[in-house]
DNA sequence: TCGCAAATTTCCGTTTACGTAAACGGCCAG
DNA sequence: CTGGCCGTTTACGTAAACGGAAATTTGCGA
């Protein structure tokens, strides 16, 4: 039952099972691996993906759907693998990382300047649409 | 008085007014154009953008470091730009305008997964770092 | 009316983020 | 031992969003 009990969190994914789940393609995978984003293990030359690798994938496509760009998003897991122990890379992390979080802060205010925009011309087309309708009654 | 008060509102912009004003080229200006996405009126040849054309230029680029594509913001755009007397076509625009509105809040909620995720991080760093910091006394 | 700077058009180049096809290797079932 | 399937590498292709340079065209001052 102890060792069963780690089955779970350690499992290991195929390249396809992981596109799969995802719903991405393997040549998706192996690209985020060339451009440095995950680095698999291997059994011979096969990709073995293990839970740290998912996670990091669900990094990867978060920031893709916020439209950061991949080397972007490669400064932020940067950020995720620092050698915790170097007193320099410590402090750094934590100002690159005050600097994203600025950043992704303004990005959530132009969000909901936008959002704002839409709602009131949404109310405006709303009202609009009313008074024809009222109108041909 | 009352001639030289609309002066602000309605000014003209030539392109590289505009392109100065935005931090972009005048290539970009040319492209949104070629893309439809701007429609400034011609003397002659050349470009004059109008106070509306400045402000379509604000939601593109607004939309742009959000990540969206052009034609995306060209979508959000055409909902600005919608026939006012057809009712289904306000009613269209509703409804797609509402799509919108979803998708973007749930960018936001990615956003601040990402920061919350992020803020822990920093959260963590900070302990190590103070841990040795005090170690180091 | 001439000339030249400014703006325009045209076209090819570039970057990012993959898609797609070709050709090959390993392994297991029949 | 031969498909068939999964996976790999290599290499070229592509769509989006511009950049850059060359070749016009335009407008305006001398």
Chains 1, 2 share one sequence.
Do not use: C, W
Not at 119 to 131: A, F, P, V
């Amino acid at each position: 039952m102890n060792a069963n009990h780690a089955q779970n969190a350690s499992r290991i994914y195929t390249i396809n099972e992981l596109s799969e789940i995802y719903d991405i393609t393997p040549r998706t995978l192996r690209h985020y691996e060339d451009m440095g984003l995950l680095s698999p293990e291997r059994r011979g030359n096969q990709r073995l993906y293990r839970e740290r690798d998912r996670v990091r994938l669900q990094l990867i496509l978060r920031g893709r759907r916020l439209g950061f760009g991949l080397s972007e998003i490669q400064e932020m897991l940067n950020l995720y693998d620092a050698d915790p122990t170097e007193v320099t890379q410590l402090q750094d992390v934590i100002r690159r990382g005050d600097v994203k979080l600025r950043e992704l802060q303004s990005q959530v205010e132009e969000l909901q300047t936008i959002m704002a925009e839409m709602t009131e011309l949404r109310m405006t087309m709303q009202r609009r649409l009313e008074q024809i309708l009222l109108r041909g009654e």
